[in-house]
Protein backbone atom coordinates (compact mmCIF):
# COMPACT_ATOMS: atom_id res chain seq x y z
CA UNK A 1 0.00 0.00 0.00
CA UNK A 2 3.09 2.32 1.03
CA UNK A 3 5.34 1.62 -2.08
CA UNK A 4 2.14 1.91 -4.69
CA UNK A 5 1.35 5.92 -2.91
CA UNK A 6 4.68 6.71 -3.28
CA UNK A 7 4.90 5.08 -6.68
CA UNK A 8 2.30 8.09 -7.78
CA UNK A 9 3.73 10.89 -10.05
CA UNK A 10 2.86 14.63 -10.43
CA UNK A 11 4.86 14.72 -13.59
CA UNK A 12 2.49 15.27 -16.66
CA UNK A 13 3.71 13.24 -19.74
CA UNK A 14 2.52 13.56 -23.58
CA UNK A 15 3.47 10.42 -25.79
CA UNK A 16 5.71 8.94 -22.84
CA UNK A 17 8.04 12.27 -21.98
CA UNK A 18 8.10 13.59 -18.75
CA UNK A 19 6.92 17.18 -18.98
CA UNK A 20 8.59 19.63 -17.17
CA UNK A 21 6.21 21.27 -14.99
CA UNK A 22 4.65 25.37 -15.26
CA UNK A 23 5.58 25.52 -11.26
CA UNK A 24 8.61 24.95 -9.50
CA UNK A 25 7.99 22.19 -7.60
CA UNK A 26 9.40 21.75 -3.90
CA UNK A 27 10.81 18.72 -1.36
CA UNK A 28 11.09 18.71 2.27
CA UNK A 29 13.54 17.09 3.92
CA UNK A 30 14.15 16.48 7.39
CA UNK A 31 16.02 14.75 10.33
CA UNK A 32 19.35 12.38 9.93
CA UNK A 33 21.59 13.12 7.04
CA UNK A 34 20.25 9.55 5.87
CA UNK A 35 16.66 9.94 6.37
CA UNK A 36 17.04 13.35 4.09
CA UNK A 37 18.88 11.44 1.36
CA UNK A 38 16.10 8.47 1.90
CA UNK A 39 12.88 11.37 1.73
CA UNK A 40 15.44 12.42 -1.49
CA UNK A 41 15.01 9.71 -3.46
CA UNK A 42 10.80 9.01 -2.09
CA UNK A 43 10.08 12.61 -3.86
CA UNK A 44 11.98 12.89 -6.43
CA UNK A 45 10.10 9.80 -7.42
CA UNK A 46 6.78 11.49 -6.10
CA UNK A 47 7.35 14.57 -8.43
CA UNK A 48 9.22 13.16 -11.54
CA UNK A 49 8.42 9.20 -11.53
CA UNK A 50 10.45 6.45 -11.82
CA UNK A 51 12.58 7.30 -14.86
CA UNK A 52 13.70 10.06 -12.65
CA UNK A 53 15.91 7.46 -10.21
CA UNK A 54 15.94 5.03 -12.61
CA UNK A 55 18.60 7.04 -14.90
CA UNK A 56 21.18 7.23 -12.27
CA UNK A 57 21.61 3.39 -12.76
CA UNK A 58 24.90 2.62 -14.83
CA UNK A 59 28.05 0.55 -14.42
CA UNK A 60 31.50 1.08 -14.24
CA UNK A 61 35.09 0.16 -15.54
CA UNK A 62 37.80 -0.01 -13.71
CA UNK A 63 39.26 3.08 -14.10
CA UNK A 64 35.59 4.84 -13.17
CA UNK A 65 35.49 3.14 -9.72
CA UNK A 66 39.56 4.71 -9.09
CA UNK A 67 37.80 7.80 -9.65
CA UNK A 68 34.77 7.52 -7.66
CA UNK A 69 37.15 6.41 -4.76
CA UNK A 70 38.65 9.86 -5.36
CA UNK A 71 35.45 11.87 -5.36
CA UNK A 72 34.54 9.84 -2.19
CA UNK A 73 37.92 10.89 -0.26
CA UNK A 74 37.38 13.90 -0.66
CA UNK A 75 34.01 13.82 0.20
CA UNK A 76 34.64 12.07 3.38
CA UNK A 77 37.47 14.89 4.02
CA UNK A 78 35.02 18.06 3.17
CA UNK A 79 31.87 16.99 3.25
CA UNK A 80 31.05 14.06 5.10
CA UNK A 81 27.29 14.65 5.23
CA UNK A 82 26.69 13.47 1.68
CA UNK A 83 28.45 10.11 2.56
CA UNK A 84 25.01 8.86 4.93
CA UNK A 85 22.73 11.20 2.19
CA UNK A 86 23.55 9.58 -0.58
CA UNK A 87 23.57 6.31 0.89
CA UNK A 88 19.99 7.13 2.26
CA UNK A 89 19.41 8.22 -1.39
CA UNK A 90 20.01 4.64 -2.58
CA UNK A 91 17.89 3.03 0.02
CA UNK A 92 15.26 5.51 -0.72
CA UNK A 93 15.75 4.39 -4.55
CA UNK A 94 15.72 0.62 -3.19
CA UNK A 95 12.59 1.30 -1.80
CA UNK A 96 10.22 1.91 -4.62
CA UNK A 97 11.69 -0.65 -6.78
CA UNK A 98 14.97 1.09 -8.52
CA UNK A 99 18.05 -1.02 -7.44
CA UNK A 100 20.76 1.43 -6.70
CA UNK A 101 24.43 1.21 -5.18
CA UNK A 102 25.47 4.32 -3.19
CA UNK A 103 28.65 4.78 -6.05
CA UNK A 104 25.91 5.61 -8.75
CA UNK A 105 24.24 8.05 -7.04
CA UNK A 106 27.97 9.11 -5.64
CA UNK A 107 28.82 9.20 -10.29
CA UNK A 108 26.01 10.98 -10.87
CA UNK A 109 26.16 14.17 -8.38
CA UNK A 110 29.91 14.30 -8.12
CA UNK A 111 31.03 13.76 -11.80
CA UNK A 112 27.60 14.94 -13.67
CA UNK A 113 27.91 11.53 -15.29
CA UNK A 114 31.33 12.24 -16.95
CA UNK A 115 34.97 10.95 -14.86
CA UNK A 116 38.13 12.95 -16.68
CA UNK A 117 40.73 9.92 -17.19
CA UNK A 118 43.59 12.46 -17.05
CA UNK A 119 42.98 13.68 -13.42
CA UNK A 120 45.40 12.74 -11.06
CA UNK A 121 44.76 10.27 -8.53
CA UNK A 122 43.77 11.12 -4.85
CA UNK A 123 44.51 8.64 -1.93
CA UNK A 124 41.73 6.08 -2.09
CA UNK A 125 39.31 5.30 1.34
CA UNK A 126 39.19 1.99 2.31
CA UNK A 127 35.72 2.59 3.87
CA UNK A 128 34.13 2.60 -0.16
CA UNK A 129 32.67 -0.12 -0.94
CA UNK A 130 33.26 -1.26 -4.94
CA UNK A 131 31.01 -1.44 -7.22
CA UNK A 132 30.49 -5.15 -8.70
CA UNK A 133 28.08 -4.65 -11.58
CA UNK A 134 29.35 -5.53 -15.27
CA UNK A 135 32.34 -3.30 -16.74
CA UNK A 136 31.49 -0.96 -19.20
CA UNK A 137 34.10 0.61 -21.64
CA UNK A 138 35.88 4.10 -20.51
CA UNK A 139 33.32 6.56 -20.08
CA UNK A 140 33.90 9.67 -22.80
CA UNK A 141 34.53 13.32 -22.25
CA UNK A 142 31.38 15.26 -23.11
CA UNK A 143 30.74 19.47 -22.79
CA UNK A 144 28.00 20.23 -20.75
CA UNK A 145 25.40 22.96 -21.99
CA UNK A 146 26.18 26.26 -20.49
CA UNK A 147 24.31 28.44 -18.97
CA UNK A 148 23.36 32.27 -18.75
CA UNK A 149 21.91 33.50 -15.18
CA UNK A 150 22.04 36.80 -13.75
CA UNK A 151 21.98 37.57 -10.11
CA UNK A 152 22.04 40.58 -7.50
CA UNK A 153 21.67 41.32 -4.15
CA UNK A 154 21.16 45.26 -2.39
CA UNK A 155 21.00 46.23 1.01
CA UNK A 156 21.30 49.47 3.54
CA UNK A 157 20.77 52.82 1.77
CA UNK A 158 19.82 51.04 -1.86
CA UNK A 159 16.49 49.31 0.14
CA UNK A 160 13.51 51.06 0.50
CA UNK A 161 13.53 49.50 4.30
CA UNK A 162 16.99 48.66 4.24
CA UNK A 163 17.05 44.91 4.51
CA UNK A 164 18.92 43.03 2.22
CA UNK A 165 17.34 41.58 -0.88
CA UNK A 166 18.63 39.37 -3.76
CA UNK A 167 17.31 38.12 -6.40
CA UNK A 168 18.40 35.79 -9.58
CA UNK A 169 17.59 33.95 -12.47
CA UNK A 170 18.45 30.71 -13.89
CA UNK A 171 18.84 30.84 -17.67
CA UNK A 172 19.23 27.80 -19.70
CA UNK A 173 17.77 24.96 -21.89
CA UNK A 174 14.91 23.77 -20.06
CA UNK A 175 15.78 21.13 -17.42
CA UNK A 176 14.00 19.60 -14.46
CA UNK A 177 13.95 21.33 -11.64
CA UNK A 178 12.88 21.30 -8.42
CA UNK A 179 13.55 23.01 -5.15
CA UNK A 180 14.13 21.45 -1.64
CA UNK A 181 13.95 22.82 1.94
CA UNK A 182 16.65 21.10 3.98
CA UNK A 183 16.07 20.94 7.73
CA UNK A 184 19.14 18.87 9.41
CA UNK A 185 19.75 17.30 12.81
CA UNK A 186 22.78 19.53 13.09
CA UNK A 187 23.94 22.39 10.99
CA UNK A 188 21.34 25.39 9.45
CA UNK A 189 17.88 25.48 7.71
CA UNK A 190 18.43 25.94 3.92
CA UNK A 191 16.21 26.24 1.16
CA UNK A 192 18.42 25.48 -2.24
CA UNK A 193 17.54 24.42 -5.90
CA UNK A 194 18.62 21.38 -7.93
CA UNK A 195 18.87 20.52 -11.63
CA UNK A 196 17.94 16.69 -11.63
CA UNK A 197 19.96 16.03 -15.44
CA UNK A 198 22.40 16.93 -15.32
CA UNK A 199 22.32 16.86 -11.35
CA UNK A 200 23.38 20.67 -11.01
CA UNK A 201 23.01 23.46 -8.25
CA UNK A 202 20.52 26.14 -8.76
CA UNK A 203 20.47 29.65 -7.25
CA UNK A 204 19.01 31.59 -5.21
CA UNK A 205 19.30 29.89 -1.92
CA UNK A 206 20.06 30.84 1.37
CA UNK A 207 19.91 29.59 5.15
CA UNK A 208 18.07 30.64 8.70
CA UNK A 209 21.05 32.52 9.54
CA UNK A 210 20.38 35.36 6.55
CA UNK A 211 23.28 34.18 4.35
CA UNK A 212 22.18 34.45 0.70
CA UNK A 213 23.92 32.29 -1.99
CA UNK A 214 22.79 34.48 -4.65
CA UNK A 215 24.83 33.35 -8.10
CA UNK A 216 27.45 31.06 -9.64
CA UNK A 217 29.46 34.18 -9.75
CA UNK A 218 31.09 33.37 -12.94
CA UNK A 219 34.65 34.18 -12.42
CA UNK A 220 37.81 31.78 -13.77
CA UNK A 221 40.04 28.69 -12.88
CA UNK A 222 42.78 31.22 -13.69
CA UNK A 223 46.10 29.30 -12.25
CA UNK A 224 43.83 26.37 -10.64
CA UNK A 225 44.53 22.66 -11.56
CA UNK A 226 41.59 20.22 -12.94
CA UNK A 227 41.07 17.52 -10.05
CA UNK A 228 38.89 15.59 -7.88
CA UNK A 229 37.18 18.35 -6.20
CA UNK A 230 33.69 18.92 -4.13
CA UNK A 231 31.02 19.59 -7.14
CA UNK A 232 29.49 23.17 -6.73
CA UNK A 233 25.99 21.94 -6.10
CA UNK A 234 27.28 20.47 -3.32
CA UNK A 235 29.78 23.17 -1.92
CA UNK A 236 26.98 25.55 -1.61
CA UNK A 237 24.93 23.16 0.17
CA UNK A 238 27.49 22.42 2.61
CA UNK A 239 28.22 26.31 2.76
CA UNK A 240 24.65 27.29 3.78
CA UNK A 241 24.41 24.46 6.31
CA UNK A 242 27.60 25.50 8.09
CA UNK A 243 28.41 29.04 7.16
CA UNK A 244 26.30 31.67 9.18
CA UNK A 245 27.41 34.70 7.50
CA UNK A 246 29.55 36.44 4.45
CA UNK A 247 32.94 35.76 6.46
CA UNK A 248 32.74 32.06 6.92
CA UNK A 249 30.88 31.61 3.34
CA UNK A 250 34.13 32.98 1.75
CA UNK A 251 36.44 30.99 3.91
CA UNK A 252 34.46 27.81 3.64
CA UNK A 253 35.08 28.65 -0.49
CA UNK A 254 38.49 29.10 -0.05
CA UNK A 255 38.62 25.64 2.12
CA UNK A 256 37.48 23.68 -0.54
CA UNK A 257 39.76 21.67 -2.50
CA UNK A 258 41.40 22.71 -5.71
CA UNK A 259 40.14 21.46 -9.30
CA UNK A 260 36.65 22.52 -9.03
CA UNK A 261 35.72 26.40 -9.01
CA UNK A 262 34.70 27.05 -5.86
CA UNK A 263 33.03 30.37 -6.66
CA UNK A 264 29.44 32.37 -5.96
CA UNK A 265 28.18 35.79 -5.12
CA UNK A 266 26.93 35.37 -1.46
CA UNK A 267 25.41 37.70 0.72
CA UNK A 268 24.03 38.42 4.31
CA UNK A 269 21.77 40.34 6.57
CA UNK A 270 24.42 42.42 8.18
CA UNK A 271 25.61 43.81 5.04
CA UNK A 272 28.21 42.13 3.89
CA UNK A 273 28.71 40.61 0.50
CA UNK A 274 31.38 39.21 -2.06
CA UNK A 275 31.61 37.54 -5.33
CA UNK A 276 34.92 34.88 -5.57
CA UNK A 277 35.54 35.59 -9.18
CA UNK A 278 38.95 33.32 -8.93
CA UNK A 279 40.77 31.33 -5.77
CA UNK A 280 44.62 31.30 -7.34
CA UNK A 281 45.35 34.47 -8.01
CA UNK A 282 42.73 35.28 -5.53
CA UNK A 283 40.02 37.57 -6.87
CA UNK A 284 36.92 38.61 -4.08
CA UNK A 285 35.08 41.55 -5.40
CA UNK A 286 33.50 43.56 -3.37
CA UNK A 287 30.35 46.34 -3.07
CA UNK A 288 31.85 49.40 -4.05
CA UNK A 289 35.63 47.82 -6.16
CA UNK A 290 33.36 49.24 -9.07
CA UNK A 291 31.15 52.01 -7.66
CA UNK A 292 28.21 49.82 -6.63
CA UNK A 293 26.79 51.71 -3.51
CA UNK A 294 25.03 48.91 -1.02
CA UNK A 295 24.46 46.90 -4.15
CA UNK A 296 26.87 44.06 -6.18
CA UNK A 297 25.74 41.50 -9.12
CA UNK A 298 26.99 39.06 -11.34
CA UNK A 299 26.39 37.07 -14.47
CA UNK A 300 28.58 35.31 -16.42
CA UNK A 301 31.74 36.93 -16.95
CA UNK A 302 34.45 38.59 -14.96
CA UNK A 303 34.50 42.51 -13.96
CA UNK A 304 38.07 42.34 -12.21
CA UNK A 305 40.45 44.10 -14.86
CA UNK A 306 43.55 41.84 -13.54
CA UNK A 307 42.38 38.61 -14.78
CA UNK A 308 42.81 39.33 -18.42
CA UNK A 309 45.65 36.87 -18.57
CA UNK A 310 43.25 33.99 -17.49
CA UNK A 311 40.37 34.65 -19.89
CA UNK A 312 39.92 34.42 -23.72
CA UNK A 313 36.46 35.33 -25.61
CA UNK A 314 34.70 32.03 -26.66
CA UNK A 315 34.00 33.39 -30.10
CA UNK A 316 37.50 34.26 -31.20
CA UNK A 317 37.17 38.48 -31.15
CA UNK A 318 39.79 40.36 -29.03
CA UNK A 319 38.85 40.53 -25.33
CA UNK A 320 37.57 44.15 -24.95
CA UNK A 321 36.98 45.51 -21.09
CA UNK A 322 33.57 47.48 -20.79
CA UNK A 323 32.67 49.43 -17.42
CA UNK A 324 30.34 48.23 -15.29
CA UNK A 325 30.21 45.33 -17.53
CA UNK A 326 32.68 43.36 -17.50
CA UNK A 327 35.04 41.34 -20.18
CA UNK A 328 33.17 40.55 -22.93
CA UNK A 329 34.25 36.93 -22.78
CA UNK A 330 30.91 35.94 -24.78
CA UNK A 331 28.64 37.58 -27.15
CA UNK A 332 28.36 40.75 -24.93
CA UNK A 333 24.85 39.41 -23.73
CA UNK A 334 26.66 38.76 -20.04
CA UNK A 335 27.92 42.74 -20.67
CA UNK A 336 24.32 43.85 -21.05
CA UNK A 337 23.10 41.78 -18.76
CA UNK A 338 25.20 43.52 -16.10
CA UNK A 339 24.49 46.96 -17.24
CA UNK A 340 20.85 46.32 -16.85
CA UNK A 341 21.27 45.46 -13.16
CA UNK A 342 24.03 48.65 -12.83
CA UNK A 343 21.48 50.88 -14.56
CA UNK A 344 18.54 49.81 -12.02
CA UNK A 345 20.11 49.88 -8.92
CA UNK A 346 22.39 52.43 -9.67
CA UNK A 347 19.94 55.22 -11.31
CA UNK A 348 16.91 54.05 -8.69
CA UNK A 349 19.16 53.90 -5.62
CA UNK A 350 16.90 53.51 -2.13
CA UNK A 351 13.85 52.41 -4.20
CA UNK A 352 14.60 48.80 -4.11
CA UNK A 353 12.27 46.63 -2.58
CA UNK A 354 9.96 43.45 -3.63
CA UNK A 355 7.81 44.50 -6.24
CA UNK A 356 10.90 46.33 -7.75
CA UNK A 357 12.62 43.54 -8.30
CA UNK A 358 9.67 41.63 -9.49
CA UNK A 359 9.16 44.61 -12.09
CA UNK A 360 13.07 44.56 -13.05
CA UNK A 361 12.53 41.52 -14.38
CA UNK A 362 9.90 42.44 -16.30
CA UNK A 363 11.04 45.29 -18.58
CA UNK A 364 11.31 43.90 -21.81
CA UNK A 365 14.38 43.81 -23.25
CA UNK A 366 14.63 45.57 -27.26
CA UNK A 367 14.23 43.26 -29.72
CA UNK A 368 16.80 42.10 -32.10
CA UNK A 369 17.20 45.24 -34.63
CA UNK A 370 17.01 43.26 -37.42
CA UNK A 371 13.93 42.78 -39.90
CA UNK A 372 14.02 39.26 -38.79
CA UNK A 373 15.09 36.90 -35.84
CA UNK A 374 16.71 34.90 -38.73
CA UNK A 375 18.91 37.52 -39.97
CA UNK A 376 19.38 38.65 -36.23
CA UNK A 377 21.13 35.48 -35.02
CA UNK A 378 23.07 34.73 -38.03
CA UNK A 379 24.54 38.68 -37.94
CA UNK A 380 25.05 38.51 -33.94
CA UNK A 381 28.21 36.11 -34.50
CA UNK A 382 29.61 38.46 -37.45
CA UNK A 383 28.37 42.20 -35.61
CA UNK A 384 30.56 41.09 -32.18
CA UNK A 385 26.51 41.16 -30.70
CA UNK A 386 25.92 44.81 -32.19
CA UNK A 387 22.22 44.76 -32.87
CA UNK A 388 21.26 42.79 -29.20
CA UNK A 389 20.75 44.64 -26.35
CA UNK A 390 19.89 41.60 -23.49
CA UNK A 391 17.90 42.69 -20.66
CA UNK A 392 17.96 40.06 -17.69
CA UNK A 393 14.25 39.14 -18.09
CA UNK A 394 14.31 37.01 -21.19
CA UNK A 395 12.73 33.93 -22.61
CA UNK A 396 15.81 31.82 -21.94
CA UNK A 397 14.28 32.50 -17.96
CA UNK A 398 13.71 28.81 -16.49
CA UNK A 399 13.34 30.29 -12.82
CA UNK A 400 13.67 33.85 -11.38
CA UNK A 401 14.43 33.73 -7.49
CA UNK A 402 13.74 36.73 -5.29
CA UNK A 403 15.05 35.80 -1.11
CA UNK A 404 14.08 37.92 1.44
CA UNK A 405 16.85 36.27 4.24
CA UNK A 406 16.20 36.04 7.99
CA UNK A 407 18.48 35.53 11.04
CA UNK A 408 15.48 33.62 12.37
CA UNK A 409 12.39 31.47 10.97
CA UNK A 410 11.42 34.42 8.92
CA UNK A 411 13.19 34.48 5.67
CA UNK A 412 11.06 34.62 2.36
CA UNK A 413 11.65 32.88 -1.01
CA UNK A 414 9.62 33.96 -3.99
CA UNK A 415 9.87 31.77 -7.06
CA UNK A 416 8.37 32.36 -10.77
CA UNK A 417 9.06 29.58 -13.32
CA UNK A 418 9.98 30.59 -16.66
CA UNK A 419 9.89 34.37 -17.03
CA UNK A 420 8.34 36.96 -15.37
CA UNK A 421 7.03 39.42 -17.98
CA UNK A 422 4.59 38.36 -20.85
CA UNK A 423 6.89 40.88 -23.00
CA UNK A 424 10.21 38.98 -23.54
CA UNK A 425 12.88 39.07 -26.10
CA UNK A 426 15.38 36.17 -26.66
CA UNK A 427 18.37 36.23 -24.67
CA UNK A 428 21.06 35.44 -27.84
CA UNK A 429 21.25 33.25 -30.83
CA UNK A 430 18.95 30.37 -29.88
CA UNK A 431 18.46 31.35 -26.31
CA UNK A 432 14.48 31.32 -26.32
CA UNK A 433 12.41 28.21 -24.68
CA UNK A 434 9.16 28.39 -23.52
CA UNK A 435 7.50 27.31 -20.52
CA UNK A 436 4.43 25.17 -21.34
CA UNK A 437 1.56 26.73 -19.67
CA UNK A 438 3.68 29.80 -17.57
CA UNK A 439 1.52 31.44 -15.04
CA UNK A 440 4.39 34.52 -14.76
CA UNK A 441 3.64 34.34 -11.46
CA UNK A 442 5.56 34.09 -8.26
CA UNK A 443 4.41 32.15 -5.55
CA UNK A 444 5.95 32.47 -1.55
CA UNK A 445 7.93 30.00 0.62
CA UNK A 446 9.06 30.93 4.28
CA UNK A 447 11.88 28.93 5.80
CA UNK A 448 10.23 28.28 9.20
CA UNK A 449 11.64 25.57 11.15
CA UNK A 450 9.73 22.73 11.32
CA UNK A 451 7.80 21.58 8.26
CA UNK A 452 4.35 22.02 9.84
CA UNK A 453 4.85 25.87 10.07
CA UNK A 454 6.59 25.97 6.32
CA UNK A 455 3.01 24.57 5.33
CA UNK A 456 1.07 27.00 7.49
CA UNK A 457 2.70 30.16 5.95
CA UNK A 458 2.06 28.75 2.41
CA UNK A 459 -1.64 28.13 3.26
CA UNK A 460 -2.16 31.76 4.71
CA UNK A 461 -0.07 32.86 1.82
CA UNK A 462 -2.36 31.06 -0.64
CA UNK A 463 -5.73 32.48 1.40
CA UNK A 464 -4.74 35.78 0.79
CA UNK A 465 -4.41 35.48 -2.96
CA UNK A 466 -7.51 33.42 -3.00
CA UNK A 467 -9.02 36.11 -1.42
CA UNK A 468 -7.80 39.57 -3.83
CA UNK A 469 -8.27 36.99 -7.24
CA UNK A 470 -11.70 35.64 -6.37
CA UNK A 471 -12.74 39.59 -5.52
CA UNK A 472 -11.66 40.89 -8.91
CA UNK A 473 -12.74 37.78 -10.97
CA UNK A 474 -16.54 38.73 -9.73
CA UNK A 475 -16.28 41.88 -10.58
CA UNK A 476 -17.18 40.67 -14.65
CA UNK A 477 -19.65 38.74 -15.83
CA UNK A 478 -20.71 35.79 -17.59
CA UNK A 479 -20.86 37.59 -21.14
CA UNK A 480 -17.43 39.09 -20.47
CA UNK A 481 -14.93 36.92 -22.40
CA UNK A 482 -12.60 36.89 -20.13
CA UNK A 483 -14.71 35.49 -17.40
CA UNK A 484 -14.26 31.66 -18.66
CA UNK A 485 -10.78 31.21 -19.38
CA UNK A 486 -9.71 33.24 -15.82
CA UNK A 487 -12.68 31.23 -14.06
CA UNK A 488 -11.20 27.78 -14.75
CA UNK A 489 -7.63 28.94 -13.67
CA UNK A 490 -9.19 30.09 -10.38
CA UNK A 491 -11.09 26.96 -9.86
CA UNK A 492 -7.33 25.40 -10.62
CA UNK A 493 -6.46 27.10 -7.64
CA UNK A 494 -8.86 26.36 -5.64
CA UNK A 495 -8.61 22.44 -6.23
CA UNK A 496 -5.45 22.60 -5.26
CA UNK A 497 -6.08 24.12 -2.11
CA UNK A 498 -8.26 21.52 -1.45
CA UNK A 499 -5.34 19.28 -1.80
CA UNK A 500 -2.90 21.21 -0.15
CA UNK A 501 -5.20 20.96 3.23
CA UNK A 502 -5.79 16.92 2.21
CA UNK A 503 -2.31 16.22 2.28
CA UNK A 504 -1.65 18.44 5.58
CA UNK A 505 -4.11 16.33 7.56
CA UNK A 506 -2.62 13.08 6.07
CA UNK A 507 0.89 14.27 7.47
CA UNK A 508 -0.76 14.18 10.90
CA UNK A 509 -1.77 11.02 10.84
CA UNK A 510 1.66 9.12 9.20
CA UNK A 511 5.00 8.95 10.75
CA UNK A 512 8.27 9.10 9.49
CA UNK A 513 9.40 9.49 5.92
CA UNK A 514 5.55 8.85 4.49
CA UNK A 515 4.78 12.02 6.46
CA UNK A 516 7.14 13.92 5.41
CA UNK A 517 6.28 12.99 1.65
CA UNK A 518 2.66 14.09 2.68
CA UNK A 519 3.94 17.62 4.09
CA UNK A 520 6.01 17.95 0.81
CA UNK A 521 2.97 16.93 -1.24
CA UNK A 522 1.00 20.19 0.92
CA UNK A 523 3.61 22.24 -0.08
CA UNK A 524 3.51 21.59 -3.80
CA UNK A 525 -0.11 21.79 -4.01
CA UNK A 526 -0.49 25.46 -2.37
CA UNK A 527 2.38 26.90 -4.05
CA UNK A 528 0.38 25.66 -6.99
CA UNK A 529 -2.50 27.73 -5.48
CA UNK A 530 -0.48 30.59 -4.98
CA UNK A 531 0.40 30.68 -8.23
CA UNK A 532 -2.83 30.24 -10.30
CA UNK A 533 -4.34 32.70 -7.81
CA UNK A 534 -2.09 35.46 -8.84
CA UNK A 535 -2.18 34.40 -12.33
CA UNK A 536 -5.77 35.24 -11.99
CA UNK A 537 -5.42 38.82 -10.10
CA UNK A 538 -2.64 39.36 -12.53
CA UNK A 539 -4.44 38.71 -15.57
CA UNK A 540 -6.92 41.76 -14.20
CA UNK A 541 -4.49 44.32 -12.04
CA UNK A 542 -1.49 44.08 -14.36
CA UNK A 543 1.54 44.17 -11.96
CA UNK A 544 4.54 46.97 -12.86
CA UNK A 545 6.18 46.42 -15.74
CA UNK A 546 8.58 49.27 -15.87
CA UNK A 547 9.63 52.01 -13.46
CA UNK A 548 7.11 54.55 -14.28
CA UNK A 549 4.42 51.93 -13.06
CA UNK A 550 5.86 52.05 -9.78
CA UNK A 551 5.83 56.19 -9.57
CA UNK A 552 9.27 56.05 -10.42
CA UNK A 553 11.25 58.38 -13.42
CA UNK A 554 11.35 56.74 -16.73
CA UNK A 555 14.03 54.08 -17.73
CA UNK A 556 16.73 55.38 -19.63
CA UNK A 557 15.27 59.09 -19.20
CA UNK A 558 17.59 61.51 -19.57
CA UNK A 559 17.60 62.20 -15.34
CA UNK A 560 20.10 59.25 -15.22
CA UNK A 561 23.33 57.89 -15.99
CA UNK A 562 22.95 54.93 -17.87
CA UNK A 563 25.59 52.15 -19.47
CA UNK A 564 25.09 50.69 -23.07
CA UNK A 565 26.76 49.72 -25.73
CA UNK A 566 27.03 51.18 -29.03
CA UNK A 567 29.60 49.63 -32.32
Known amino acids: MMKKYLLESETSYDDGVPLISNITPVMILCG ?26 RRFSKVEVNAL ?46 IDMSLPAYPIAKSLPIYSGTESPESQ ?26 ASSEDHPLRYEFLAIALPETGNNFIFGM ?54 ALATQLAYPSGIRAAGLWAD ?44 NEFGWPLTYFPHGGWNVDDLDSVRRNWCMWNALHNYHGA ?34 AGWDSYIGNLANQMVGIVQPDNGDKGLFHVCTGPVGRQVEPLSAGWHDYIIAATYTFYELQLASKPVDIVLAAYKRSQYDLYHSN ?74 AKPTDLGLREWFGSWGQWESYSP
Not at 35 to 56: E, P, R, T, V
Not at 200 to 221: E, F, Q
Open 32 to 57: SDYDMGYQYSLQLNQIFGIWALKHLQ
Open 69 to 114: RAYHWQLEKHTPEFIDMFRGMAAGANSVGVHLSYEQVLADYCTVGI
Open 141 to 166: NAKLPSNECSGFAAWGSNTKDHNLIC
Open 195 to 248: VIIPPLGGHPAMNNKGLAYVHHGSGTNGKEKPGYGIPPGLAVQHTLRFANNVDE
Open 269 to 312: VGGKAFVLECRDPRVVRRAGDFGEQDFIYATNNCLAESLQPFLQ
Open 352 to 385: VDLDFVKMLWRIPSPPPAYPTLEEAEVQLFKTHG
Open 471 to 544: KELRKLTYMDVRYAPLDAIFNRAAAESRKGTYYWDLAHNTRGNESMCNYAKAIRALTKCQAYAKQVYESLVPPA
